[in-house]
Nanobody
């Protein structure tokens, strides 16, 4: 089992920045990709960005150039730096980790961007 705990969400004005963190614990050996997903009001959950254990990254088109995902393997933590936030970025953000063909999820953290 892998436990994921997110932090860093909150309320921010449009154009502002937030940094999300996700700490993994438990059976963290051989965690491969980690990433961030989000689910806005009335929408399906969607990929925001992910990063492999080797550091390869992938971003949704809507956040490319504004968000940066990074990972500290020694601390078993993944980060999402979000800049130039827009009202459409408002969502619950979930951390995910893939290990042994199982995807684990965090409990989610709310990000609200006011216009």
């Amino acid at each position: 089992q892998v436990q994921l705990v997110e932090s860093g969400g909150g309320l921010v004005q449009a154009g502002g920045s937030l940094r999300l963190s996700c700490a993994a614990s438990g059976s963290i050996f051989s965690i491969n990709a980690m990433g961030w997903y989000r689910q806005g009001p009335g929408k399906q959950r969607e990929l925001v960005a992910d990063i492999t254990s080797g550091g390869s990254t992938n971003y949704a088109a809507s956040v490319k150039g504004r968000f940066t995902i990074s990972r500290n393997n020694a601390k078993n933590t993944v980060y999402l730096q979000m800049n130039s936030l827009k009202s459409e970025d408002t969502a619950v953000y979930y951390c995910a980790a893939d290990r042994a063909f199982i995807r684990y999820w965090g409990q989610g953290t709310q990000v609200t961007v006011s216009s």
